[in-house]
Antibody, heavy 117, light 107 residues
C-alpha cells in the first residue's frame, strides 16, 4: 500500500524556520517525483516545488524561491521541505504528493504550520 | 502559467441529483486534466485523470469529460459522502496548476 506519512503540525515563531518531512512507503521512492503544495486557510492549492529523488533535481515556483528548500533522503525514503524566515503569510497546510505522469495519485495527510509569537 | 477557472464556486444538490462542475483552461491542455475531492481536514483525493479515466476505487457515479480548454466533472446521483470541495488540475504544462475549487453541499 502506497503511503505518504508527513510529520506533525508545527507552531513556530515569526522569523524562524521549519522543516517538514514526508516519508514514503509501499513503492520505489526514487521512481517518482514528489510535489509540495500549499493550502492557505480557506484557499485553494498552490504548487511550491518539486523534487526528483533519483537525481536530486529540484524546481520551484518562482513565488517560493528563497522561501522553500526541498531535499530527499534516499536511504530513508523521505522527502523534506524547509521553510525559512516565516511570516504569518506562511501559516497554511502543506502537503506532499506523489506525481504520476501528469497528476497526483497519493497525498500526505498534510502538516499545519502556524506562525505566531 | 495556465489558469484554471472553475464554476460554479459553490452549489447544493439533493440526494440522487446529477451534478456538473466545469473547468476552463486558459489554453488547450490536451486532456491533461485531473479532478480531486477534498473533505474538511483531509488531503485531496484523486477522482479522475486524463480528463475521463476513473481512478481505482472511485465510484462509477463520477465521470469526467471534455477536450481542448473545457472540461467537466459529473456526479450521477448525489450521495451524502460526495459533499466536499472539488478541484481540477492541469498537467499539460509546468507548473501544474489547480482551479480555485467548487464547494458541493447537500440541499
Amino acid at each position: 500500500e502506497v503511503k505518504l506519512q508527513q510529520s506533525g503540525d508545527e507552531l513556530v515563531r515569526p522569523g524562524a524556520s521549519v522543516k517538514i518531512s514526508c516519508k514514503a512507503s509501499g513503492y520505489t521512492f526514487t521512481n517518482y517525483a514528489m510535489y509540495w503544495v500549499k493550502q492557505s486557510p480557506g484557499q485553494g492549492l498552490e504548487w511550491i516545488g518539486t523534487i526528483i529523488p533519483l537525481i536530486d533535481t529540484t524546481s520551484y515556483n518562482q513565488k517560493f524561491k528563497g522561501k522553500a528548500t526541498l531535499t530527499a533522503d534516499k536511504s530513508s525514503n523521505t522527502a523534506y521541505m524547509e521553510l525559512s524566515r516565516l511570516t504569518s503569510e506562511d501559516s497554511a497546510v502543506y502537503y506532499c504528493a506523489r506525481k504520476m505522469w501528469d497528476y497526483f495519485d497519493y497525498w500526505g495527510q498534510g502538516v499545519m504550520v502556524t506562525v505566531s509569537s | 502559467d495556465i489558469q484554471m477557472t472553475q464554476s460554479p464556486a459553490s452549489l447544493s444538490a439533493s440526494l440522487g441529483e446529477t451534478v456538473s462542475i466545469e473547468c476552463l483552461a486558459s489554453e488547450g491542455i490536451s486532456n491533461s486534466l485531473a479532478w480531486y475531492q477534498q473533505k474538511p481536514g483531509k488531503s485531496p483525493q484523486l477522482l479522475i485523470y486524463g480528463a475521463s479515466s476513473l481512478q481505482d476505487g472511485v465510484p462509477s457515479r463520477f465521470s469526467g469529460s471534455g477536450s481542448g480548454t473545457q472540461y467537466s466533472l459529473k456526479i450521477s446521483g448525489m450521495q451524502p459522502e460526495d459533499e466536499g470541495v472539488y478541484y481540477c488540475q492541469q498537467g499539460y504544462k509546468y507548473p501544474f496548476t489547480f482551479g480555485s475549487g467548487t464547494k458541493l453541499e447537500i440541499k
